[in-house]
């Protein structure tokens, strides 16, 4: 069964760091397309940073300049790493995988809970 588990979330004080994680399993993790998102209650699920498999990246304007993405194939794992972080950043943040090659397949995490407070 296929799995993205998030780790690294928690709480932190304005312009602080986190590093987010996402471990997955049961995929041939190198020909997805993996994403971070981020959700507040009440409100449509959002864009953070993309990376595909050919490593490119893309980010919200938001968190230009401020977070990175970046993916292990060897390790099965998708990062986020946030700088400078903001109040309204507080967020779910969610880890999600699209298969690049036919067939397609969308898979989520759990999500993990990121709040920047002091």
């Known amino acids: 069964q296929v799995q993205l588990v998030e780790s690294g979330g928690g709480l932190v004080q304005p312009g602080g760091s986190l590093r987010l994680s996402c471990a997955a399993s049961?995929?041939?993790?190198?020909?997805?397309?993996m994403g971070w998102y981020r959700q507040a209650p009440g409100k449509q699920r959002e864009l953070v940073a993309t990376i595909n498999r050919l490593m490119n990246t893309n980010y919200a304007d938001s968190v230009k300049g401020r977070f990175t993405i970046s993916r292990d194939n060897a390790k099965n794992t998708v990062y986020l790493q946030m700088n400078s972080l903001k109040a309204e950043d507080t967020d779910v943040y969610y880890c999600?995988?699209?298969?690049?090659?036919?067939?397609?397949?969308?898979?989520w995490g759990q999500g993990t809970q990121v709040t920047v407070s002091s």
């Open positions: 049961e995929i041939i993790f190198r020909i997805y397309d």
């Open positions: 999600n995988a699209i298969r690049a090659i036919s067939p397609a397949r969308e898979y």
